[in-house]
């Protein structure tokens, strides 16, 4: 049985006269007459007792009839759902993130943003490896990724830059230079242990000035650990700038980093050639959003 066979039926359930019945349904009387002998033999049963004068459900039809609703009714659903999910207004979007990405606030406000203009699309959000993030939105484990640049991408990804950021120096408060008011120079941090966060493009920048090999002696992972390591003494940590706004941790202190800005921008990263018309309304949303400056 077809789904037409329900609407035939329905149709002769709620009108109870065939003319009136074929009229609604743009077909001729005749052929309805066919269609419901179609589904009385398919159910082995008759649903309609028919006179030259009247037309009436029998009990089967009543019972056939709340079943027949029920179907045109679920497959409704299930159109408009479609269609839906079709536009992207339903769905889901994987995120990933950095830590320093959620302090930057982009990654809070890019969510905040979609949740409010399709409530209806689930957003699932968790914290990766910076490392792992590129190779996990190209591979479809991840929709959209926000990283900290510079960093390499699969020739599959775009990004896009939300913030634009400078790295600056966490120390211990005790530390020899922790009490300089001017920016530090590179060439005074030479011999430091260094705490290096995942993004260790600011660290190896402020070497170069400096003209010495890092001596990295932990690398803890979340900007939460690196803080850590720097407030027990065990080294000093090149950071992102926007840190320093919102982690207050005991015995550290943050100085800026003496010469041109060493830049370090937070950026939202896809996949160019994307299909889920959930996760391109996400992308279109941050492709229009414009960098802040931090």
């Known amino acids: 049985m077809e789904l037409r066979h329900f609407r035939y039926?329905?149709?002769?359930?709620?009108?109870?006269?065939?003319?009136?019945?074929?009229?609604?349904?743009?077909?001729?009387?005749?052929?309805?007459t066919v269609q419901i002998q179609e589904i009385e033999r398919t159910l082995s049963a008759r649903l309609f007792a028919r006179t030259k004068r009247s037309v009436a459900l029998t009990p089967a039809g009543e019972i056939f009839l709340a079943e027949a609703r029920n179907v045109l009714d679920?497959?409704?659903?299930?159109?408009?759902?479609?269609?839906?999910?079709?536009?992207?207004?339903?769905?889901?979007?994987e995120i990933g993130y950095v830590g320093s990405a959620a302090y930057a606030?982009?990654?809070?406000?890019?969510?905040?943003?979609?949740?409010?203009?399709?409530?209806d699309v689930h957003l699932g959000a968790r914290e990766c490896p910076m490392g792992e993030l590129p190779g996990l939105v190209a591979d479809g484990h991840i929709d959209i990724g926000f990283v900290r640049l510079p960093m390499?991408?699969?020739?599959?990804?775009?990004?896009?830059?939300?913030?634009?950021?400078?790295f600056c120096l966490a120390l211990p408060a005790t530390h020899g230079v922790a009490g300089?008011?001017?920016?530090?120079?590179?060439?005074?941090?030479?011999?430091?242990?260094?705490?290096?966060?995942?993004?260790?493009?600011?660290?190896?920048?402020?070497?170069?000035?400096?003209?010495?090999?890092?001596?990295?002696?932990?690398s803890p992972g979340s900007?939460?650990?690196?803080?850590?390591?720097?407030s027990l003494g065990t080294g000093i940590?090149?950071?992102?700038?926007?840190?320093?706004?919102?982690v207050q941790m005991p015995n550290v202190v943050f100085r800026p980093i003496a010469g041109e800005p060493i830049p370090s921008e937070v950026a939202?990263?896809?996949?160019?050639?994307?299909?889920?018309p959930a996760v391109r309304m996400l992308i279109r949303q941050i492709a229009s959003s414009p960098a802040m400056d931090h």
């Open 105 to 119: 606030g982009v990654l809070q406000e890019q969510t905040r943003r979609f949740r409010e203009a399709w409530p």
């Open 268 to 276: 939202a990263i896809f996949r160019t050639a994307e299909s889920a």
């Open 152 to 166: 390499a991408l699969p020739r599959a990804l775009k990004r896009h830059v939300l913030l634009r950021d400078r």
């Open 223 to 230: 900007l939460l650990a690196v803080l850590t390591q720097v």
């Open 180 to 218: 300089e008011t001017q920016p530090l120079r590179a060439g005074l941090l030479a011999g430091e242990a260094f705490i290096a966060p995942e993004q260790r493009a600011g660290t190896y920048e402020v070497a170069r000035r400096g003209r010495f090999e890092p001596r990295i002696v932990s």
């Open 74 to 93: 679920q497959y409704a659903r299930a159109e408009s759902v479609g269609r839906r999910a079709g536009r992207g207004e339903i769905g889901r979007v």
């Open 237 to 246: 940590s090149v950071i992102p700038g926007v840190v320093r706004d919102i």
């Open 9 to 32: 039926f329905v149709a002769l359930a709620e009108e109870l006269h065939f003319a009136r019945a074929a009229e609604r349904l743009n077909i001729a009387p005749p052929t309805l």
